[in-house]
């Protein structure tokens, strides 16, 4: 299964918020639609990635007061690591699981086709799985005699 399939499974929804959003409009954001990132979007073009993980540095480090006075810049992960829409699902766990990244943004040349969740990943391989499993099923069945 490829990237771009487990796009298509999961939807086109994607989720933004511009670099000088307040902190605290991105934690709004965040929790209203029960999203753990926000791609974090400049001049059309991928700037960073907002996540939980950031938030949570971010409120420890300096106060949960600060959510007012930071931006959408100051807490995301700038240039973060991206993949294809045609990398394998094997390689996708890999990179995410070597970069510790929850949330993986899939480039198509220079345009952002979506946003991977290690959950979206989860669910394909389970769906992926059920499929071979029902085949498998139906072929032994069917076996002749």
Request: hydrophobic fraction near 45%; aromatic fraction near 6%.
């Amino acid at each position: 299964m490829l990237t771009k399939e487990i796009l298509r499974i999961k939807g086109a929804a994607l989720f933004t918020c511009p670099p000088e959003e307040s902190l605290e409009e991105a934690i709004g954001t965040m929790a209203e639609l029960d999203i753990g990132s926000l791609v974090v979007m400049e001049r059309g073009r991928l700037a960073g990635m907002l996540t939980f993980r950031e938030v949570l540095k971010a409120l420890h480090e300096k106060g949960p007061a600060a959510a007012a006075s930071l931006k959408a810049s100051d807490v995301m992960v700038r240039d973060p690591e991206f993949v294809g829409p045609d990398m394998e699902i094997d390689d996708l766990r890999r990179v995410m699981l070597d970069t510790h990244v929850r949330y993986m943004p899939v480039m198509d040349g220079n345009t952002l086709v979506g946003v991977l969740s290690f959950h979206d990943v989860a669910r394909a391989v389970l769906e992926e799985q059920s499929f071979e499993n029902r085949m498998l099923k139906a072929y032994i069945k069917d076996w002749p005699q």
